[in-house]
């Protein structure tokens, strides 16, 4: 990528780091604002969501401007749609672990922006490229561990063994934690603040219900700030869909930007289920009929 794109995710960066900063100074003041003092002026609270309210809106102008300069025009129309519809920028509310507050809003953008940032850094080989490189060779994984998987679980077992070499704190099933509920993606890397989530497909039917599921994850993994890329992996037997029929289906749906789908075909195959060999005699029917005529 230029140097003008290298450069603006170089301030869009600085500009994240210092409004988690104000959200920080927010709580602060928050904790020491007493019920006495509450409905007095507080000039420092009044200066930190100025100051909140300015980083704010020149991130998602910033995020926009870098979306577009990717090429990726539905993610930047979705930034500047999200801007027109929020009525108060500067709102925080407390966080999923009680460590203070945190603004949805700069979770949303800072989304965004992780999600294009991997695309500026040129030669440079990041975290999140041998996550995902390693998601897109599950089935040489597959192959040279000399397995021939009849379910999703067999293959999560291999590509875990190589996850954890290439990243020592990598986690089967991180919990990911709401108000009501909580959520397991199947791998994730908290470094990167990436997760995946595996799908086993051995017909058409199965990767139609494997989209359906990842549609479900999407609104539940929505939202944390600690996990910000996904990647929805679908393992197929046989060549049963194009990866571009995929992608395009995730633009068509409207799917979360922040999610990557990654179609491979490997080895394996779903357990048939024989029928039961009657049994000597004429079976268990025979017998039955028999003692009816005795």
């Known amino acids: 990528m230029g140097k003008e794109e290298q450069l603006l995710t170089t301030s869009i960066r600085n500009s994240i780091n210092e409004a988690h900063k104000i959200v920080d100074k927010i709580t ?6 007493t019920l006495e003092s509450r409905d007095k002026p507080n000039p420092a609270m009044d200066e930190a969501d100025e100051l909140l309210e300015w980083y704010l809106t020149k991130l998602y102008r910033e995020v926009g401007m870098l979306a577009e300069r990717m090429q990726v025009p539905r993610t930047a129309m979705r930034i500047a749609a999200e ?4 009525k108060n920028i500067t709102s925080v509310a407390a966080s999923n672990f009680d ?37 897109e060779n599950t089935p040489a994984i597959i192959q040279l ?32 934690s709401h108000v009501f509920k909580r959520y397991k993606p199947d791998f994730g ?21 494997s989209l359906d599921e990842i549609y479900t994850d999407m609104k539940g993994y929505a939202g944390h700030s600690d996990w910000r890329t996904f990647y ?15 992608e395009a289906e995730f633009l068509s749906v409207g799917a979360d930007v922040q999610w990557f789908p990654i ?14 060999r009657p049994q000597a005699g004429g079976g268990a029917i025979n017998r039955v009929n028999r003692n009816r005529s005795s």
């Open 99 to 135: 460590t203070g507050l945190a603004s949805p809003h700069l979770s949303s953008i800072g989304g965004y922006f992780e999600s294009l940032a991997t695309m500026t850094q040129g030669t440079e080989v990041t975290g999140l490229e041998v996550f995902r490189t390693i998601l």
């Open 145 to 176: 561990a000399g397995v021939a998987p009849e379910k999703e679980s067999r293959v999560q077992e291999e590509v875990m063994k190589v996850l954890k070499i290439a990243f020592p704190g990598a986690e089967r099933e991180p919990s990911i």
């Open 189 to 209: 890397v908290r470094s990167l603040m990436a997760a995946a989530e595996y799908k086993f497909a051995d017909t058409l039917s199965e990767v139609k219900k």
């Open 263 to 276: 179609v491979v075909v490997g080895n394996g195959g779903r357990k048939s289920k024989r029928p039961a």
């Open 232 to 246: 929805a992996v679908i393992y197929t037997t046989d060549r049963l869909v194009n990866p571009k029929e995929i």
């Open 28 to 33: 602060n003041l928050s904790l020491d604002n």
């Open 83 to 86: 801007f027109d519809a929020i």
